[in-house]
């Protein structure tokens, strides 16, 4: 079953800390968005394998756009 | 009430184990800081005389006197790295702090007779002023450890006279009297002029057997007639005088127990003196615990060391403020106000050490889709918007009416900027804080956990704009500053980029201009700046923050100067519905 990473707010992606096919826990860093001159870190949702990541750093991304899949 | 209070709702959660895993650098961080600034209180610890060479004199040093006097376990040492005037010593010489003695809280402050036999130095005088606000604020007596040689002379034009001087502490001990707080001294040691009033103007004296007060000591009485210079012959008779009056100084206990009766009480040992001010101390006027007490004392339900893990050293991080408060307040329990209204801040109420006590804070990361209401852009926590203001209006003015003291929690970068936060009022919403602030007459203490900065750091119980802020404490994650050192930049050099660019000049000069005035704001916003001039009255290790708050709520509700019978709160059930 796949899990998706959305994006909790729209801003840029200051870091990735994930990249495909690494195994992953419950809470582990995914990624960095910056918005409003603060960092909102986004977390794993669950334990699995990431699936795919679909942004980089620079990419400016919506609320709710997906960003990774975790499998 | 005790339906309301007994069993609060939950507050926080257990961390998981990711969050865990994610933060063991930023507890290091924390805990090297930490490091640094314990090292910055052991050199004001150290300063002047070794401990071993007083006791040789058969005196004990203030730090051993303040060990013996307090009760164990109760020591909230304040302005400890105070230093405004950047004295060489290190120090402005007098030590204080909150703590109880017999029982009872107290403020607490001692000359150190380490240094210049606790003279008085630059700064002193703001230190000492600091310190009897405290006692007014809390309604509870201030106990002095007077042992004071007088002035340092070489730089008495920085602190003798002017409206907040060295003479200021003695009006203000009469400022207390009048008000009925009680301002009990040990007196040790030689205490001539300044140290002579120091000694006087206190409410009850408590001697030991070597130490004098006296209008003049025996420096200025052998030589008060200035001739116009000086030469052989008077310094031979100044050395005559001086001997004479070193062995026999003016205004010993011949003088103020036997024949003024100046001392109340006179002890033969430096421990008997500290007796007797803990037995007056335990009969000083204060309401039994119970008398206050909604719930039964206990601690939270989660340990207060994972605030290490919590509380971002970055700046720049996000994190969730109500599982602070979750490690700081008993059991971990609260009764939130208003949670759908101004998601920025936190309001509600908890309990520490049994007491009530309103806690407010504000909320950091995304504030959710249509937040603030009038704008069109979104809303980040740390900043305050219209909802957030008017909520925390209405909360304090409900502590004041109920007579519950207020912590403050600030990690703030401002008030929300712009026409469009103009015409949803802010300026007029955080005057009316202020106002509202003023006017509950209420103790009120501030945790600066992160950012003070702009008008938010006055608006939120900053220290700055109003009466009623007992004390304020940092972190080591604590910056202060009225904005960020590049938006300063950005505000002072932007004209001038664009004048540079129109002229065809070169803009790195410029650009350097901008860069070093950031960093420079960097350097006068960190903790240690921030302690030193005494715009946090302490950095207190992230730990240790809940101590803190029970001092304040024990010294808060020992002896208020009004009352809101339990039955009667409103806030409760407003909470409730």
């Known amino acids: 079953m796949a899990e998706k990473i959305l994006a909790p707010l729209a801003g ?7 990249k495909a096919g690494d195994k992953v826990e419950e809470d582990d860093d995914a990624l960095v968005i910056e918005a409003m001159k603060m960092e909102t870190e986004v977390f794993v949702p669950c334990d699995g394998t990431v699936k795919e990541v679909l942004v980089k750093v620079g990419d400016k991304v919506e609320e709710d756009d997906v960003l990774a899949v975790i499998e | 009430m005790r339906p309301y209070f007994e069993k609060m709702p ?11 895993k994610r933060t063991e650098d930023n507890v290091q961080a924390m805990k090297d800081a930490e490091a640094e600034v314990a090292k910055a209180v052991e050199a004001v610890h150290n300063a002047g005389f070794p401990t071993e060479k007083i006791n040789a004199r058969g005196e004990m040093t203030v730090w051993q006197r303040l060990e013996y006097l307090v009760d164990p376990g109760t020591w909230c040492p304040l302005h400890t790295l105070f230093n405004p005037l950047e004295n060489e010593e290190g120090t402005t010489n007098v030590i204080d702090g909150l703590g109880k003695i017999g029982g009872k809280w107290a403020v607490i402050i001692g000359f150190d007779n380490k240094v210049m036999a606790g003279a008085w130095l630059p700064g002193q005088s703001e230190n000492i002023l600091r310190v009897t606000d405290l006692a007014k604020r809390l309604n509870i007596p201030l106990v002095w450890l007077v042992n004071c040689s007088g002035a340092k002379l070489p ?5 003798y006279a002017n409206r907040r001087g060295a003479g200021t502490p003695f009006y203000r001990h009469a400022e207390l009297e009048q008000m009925g707080i009680p301002v009990l001294a040990g007196i040790y040691g030689t205490n001539p002029a300044g140290g002579g009033y120091q000694g006087i103007s206190p409410t009850v004296l408590f001697a030991h057997k070597n130490c004098n007060i006296a209008v003049g000591g025996a420096g200025i009485v052998s030589g008060m007639a200035p001739k116009g ?8 008779n100044l050395i005559e005088k001086s001997r004479q009056f070193k062995a026999k100084p003016p205004g010993s206990v011949k003088t103020h127990y036997d024949v003024t009766g100046f001392f109340r009480y006179m002890f033969e040992t430096e421990e008997g003196v500290l007796d007797g001010l803990k037995e007056y101390m335990a009969q000083m006027p204060s309401y039994h615990p119970e008398f206050f007490r909604v719930a039964k004392p206990e601690p939270p339900a989660y340990p207060p060391e994972d605030v290490y893990r919590l509380l971002p050293m970055e700046p720049k991080k996000v994190y969730e403020f109500d599982q602070i408060l979750a490690r700081l307040v008993d059991g971990s329990q609260h009764m939130e106000f208003r949670p759908d209204y101004g998601p920025e801040v936190y309001t509600g109420l908890c309990k520490v050490d049994g007491y009530l ?3 407010i804070g504000n909320r950091q990361g995304y504030l959710g889709k249509g937040y603030p209401e009038y704008a069109d852009y979104p809303g980040i926590g740390g900043k305050l918007y219209r909802q957030g203001l ?4 209405d909360f304090v003015i409900l502590c004041g009416r109920d007579r519950i003291p207020v912590i403050w929690f600030q990690d703030t970068s401002g008030i929300d900027v712009g026409d469009t936060a103009e015409k949803a009022e802010l300026l007029g919403l955080g005057q009316s804080l202020i106002y509202s602030i003023q006017q509950t007459d209420v103790p009120m203490m501030l945790v600066v956990l992160r950012k003070g900065s702009a008008a938010a750091h006055y608006v939120m119980g900053g220290p700055t704009a109003n009466r009623h802020n007992a004390f304020t404490l940092g972190t080591v994650a604590s910056e202060i500053y009225v904005m960020h050192g590049e938006t300063a930049a950005v505000a002072t050099y932007a004209r001038r980029l664009v004048k540079e660019k129109d002229a065809g000049k070169p803009l790195e000069p410029v650009i350097e201009k901008m860069n070093q005035l950031a960093r420079e704001y960097h350097d006068k916003s960190r903790p240690l700046f921030c302690a030193r001039t005494g715009m946090l009255d302490e950095i207190v290790p992230v730990a240790a923050l809940r101590q803190y708050m029970v001092a304040f709520a024990g010294a808060a509700y020992q002896h208020p100067k009004s009352i809101c019978p339990q039955h009667h709160l409103i806030l409760p059930r407003i909470i409730k519905g």
């Open chain 2, 229 to 236: 210079g000086f030469d052989t012959e008077m310094a031979e």
């Open chain 2, 155 to 159: 730089e008495q034009e920085k602190f």
């Open chain 2, 390 to 393: 008017i909520k925390m209006n």
């Open chain 2, 10 to 20: 939950p507050l926080g959660r257990e961390l998981k184990k990711g969050e865990i």
């Open chain 2, 357 to 359: 006590v309103g806690c």
């Open chain 1, 12 to 18: 840029k992606i200051a870091a990735v800390k994930i």
